[in-house]
């Protein structure tokens, strides 16, 4: 079992910046690829980005790309989302998951779940 706590939530005004952490537990997050996920009120959960276990491949939401970085620290066990010009429409619980595989289809399976951190951005 791997466990997951996002923390680095806030709020935040249009155009300012975030970093969100994953810390993981229970075993390395080393065999994993890493997720971060989010979900706005009222609407189902997005994909926002993926890396790889090594930190050599990544892949974005296109509503994210240019704005932010996925990244990890194995040594750390450790995952990070650096979110930079933020928008009104980034609003969401962020949640961070591992999956046995790196997949960047639609559908992904994700084998462990974080309870999410709540980023609120104001216009």
């Known amino acids: 079992q791997v466990q997951l706590v996002e923390s680095g939530g806030g709020l935040v005004q249009a155009g300012g910046s975030l970093r969100l952490s994953c810390a993981a537990s229970?075993?390395?997050?080393?065999?994993?690829?890493m997720g971060w996920f989010r979900q706005a009120p009222g609407k189902e959960r997005d994909f926002v980005a993926v890396?790889?276990?090594?930190?050599?491949?990544?892949h974005y939401a296109d509503s994210v790309k240019a704005r932010f970085t996925i990244s990890r620290d194995n040594a750390r066990n450790t995952v990070y989302l650096q979110m930079n010009s933020l928008k009104p429409e980034d609003t969401a619980i962020y949640y961070c998951?591992?999956?046995?595989?790196?997949?960047?289809?639609?559908?992904?399976?994700?084998?462990?779940w974080g309870q999410g951190t709540q980023v609120t951005v104001s216009s």
């Open positions: 890396i790889n276990w090594s930190g050599g491949s990544t």
């Open positions: 998951a591992a999956s046995a595989i790196y997949c960047t289809g639609y559908g992904c399976p994700y084998d462990f």
């Open positions: 229970g075993r390395t997050i080393n065999d994993y690829a």
